[in-house]
């Protein structure tokens, strides 16, 4: 009886330890899960559930058009990374969704989320990622503000460039400035002069 005790216990083990696997050089364990069928799936395999955009497409994201009834967990979002991102805001108290996916090369993932600040904010930022879902790079691609009415930002991307164009409508006059990025092969947002 006690060598099956002992036994047990060493396979409990063994099923705990290996429920993780190791990451490339970074020492970060990546948790494997099975579904109903024994099959394994990753843990962030739920952003598979989310459409893939058709390329090129502008993103003006604003209030009057977001559609906000499947907001994202805490726990998804840090699995998610979206802690590195939201460095200005609440991260547990900050609204965050999954907006859709794009395919802008085999090498990356990326991801597109709209975030709420607060109750006056809207904003949606662009996410490359590697395989595991490690943060490459992001950048803000629409904006929008009901306090004041006078600030909007919006993107036109295609699997090469992202032109970020931002408004201001808070003086007489109407300022507008557009910039340009390219995604590099690595998945990293670089702009362009």
């Known amino acids: 009886m006690k060598f099956a005790t002992s036994y047990s216990v060493f396979a409990l083990i063994v099923l705990i330890f290996s429920c993780t696997e190791q990451v490339g050089n970074n020492n970060k364990s990546k948790v494997v899960l099975e579904d109903q069928k024994g099959d394994k799936v990753s843990e962030n ?40 991102i939201l460095l200005n805001s ?49 950048k803000t691609i629409a904006y929008d503000e009901i306090a004041e009415s006078c600030r909007r930002k919006m993107s036109e991307i295609d699997p090469t460039t992202l032109r970020v164009t931002e408004m201001n409508f808070c003086s007489n006059s109407i300022v507008k400035t557009s910039t340009n990025f390219s995604f590099t092969n690595e998945g990293k947002i670089t702009q362009q002069p």
Do not use: G
Request: aromatic share 16%; net charge negative; no cysteine.
């Open 45 to 84: 395999s739920f952003v598979e559930e989310y459409l893939v955009r058709d390329l090129p497409i502008v993103d003006s994201t604003s209030f009057d058009q977001f559609s906000d009834e499947f907001p994202l967990t805490i726990e998804q979002a840090k699995i998610l990374e979206l802690d590195k």
């Open 90 to 138: 609440d991260f547990n108290s900050t609204e965050k969704h999954i907006n859709y996916r794009l395919e802008l090369s085999t090498r990356f993932k990326t991801v597109v989320f709209t975030f709420f600040p607060n109750e006056n904010e809207i904003e949606t930022v662009l996410v490359n990622y590697d395989f595991d879902f490690h943060v490459i790079d992001f």
